[in-house]
């Protein structure tokens, strides 16, 4: 896939942040907000937007709306230990994972699939470092050991996962029918010449 114009390239950037701030503020969800799509948002980002600096910027507007929820809203500060830090790699996993296969997608359903894939590898290891990092560095478990870990792995990581996966196949579906319904439009187009 090419990369985007800069004015779509800006568009959607404002619209990643946009839904970025409107579900990362209300982190698990309940029944008048969305989950959080802040690993998808990552990998979406790697894919369509590509440039360091965004990444950059996703990155800081994490923490401030991290921050906005703790400080402002009094959401709990219960996951904010130094295994905070741990976040950068684990959004850089679904970023760059995007990035890699941004020139791989293209438009078919076979492409499609493999983004799904990608996707589904990059979602699975950067909940491993996020929550093993939590675990394993946060100084929330007393005294943590392996069989505890793969449990509470076990209990969060697929939520985690689905949550991402349900809005980039939700993504990539849009993406498939934008680019068909452009080509049907250029084939018309060409037609009438």
């Given at each position: ?20 701030v ?50 402002l ?10 295994a905070?830090?741990f976040?950068?790699?684990?959004y850089?996993?679904?970023?760059y ?6 020139p ?14 990608v ?16 675990y394993?560095l ?17 209990q ?38």
């Amino acid at each position: 896939m090419p990369p985007l114009s800069k004015p779509a390239n800006l568009g959607l950037f404002a619209a990643f942040a946009a839904f970025m701030v409107a579900t990362r503020f209300h982190h698990f969800g309940d029944a008048l907000h969305l989950p959080d799509a802040s690993m998808a948002i990552f990998l979406l980002g790697g894919l369509y937007l590509r440039q360091h600096w965004q990444f950059a910027a996703f990155i800081g507007l994490a923490v401030v709306v991290d921050w906005a929820a703790i400080e402002l809203a009094g959401a709990s500060d219960f996951c904010v230990t130094p295994a905070y830090s741990f976040l950068l790699p684990a959004y850089a996993v679904l970023w760059y994972a995007g990035r890699l296969y941004a020139p791989r997608l293209q438009v078919g359903w076979l492409s499609m699939l493999g983004g799904f894939g990608v996707a589904l590898l990059a979602a699975s290891l950067s909940f491993l470092i996020s929550n093993g990092a939590f675990y394993w560095l946060g100084g929330r478990y007393a005294d943590p050991h392996f069989a505890e870990y793969v449990a509470r792995l076990w209990q969060w990581g697929p939520l985690f996962v689905r949550t991402t996966m349900t809005y980039v196949a939700v993504a990539l579906v849009v993406h498939a029918l934008v680019a068909y319904a452009s080509r049907g439009r250029h084939l018309a187009d060409a037609g009438r010449s």
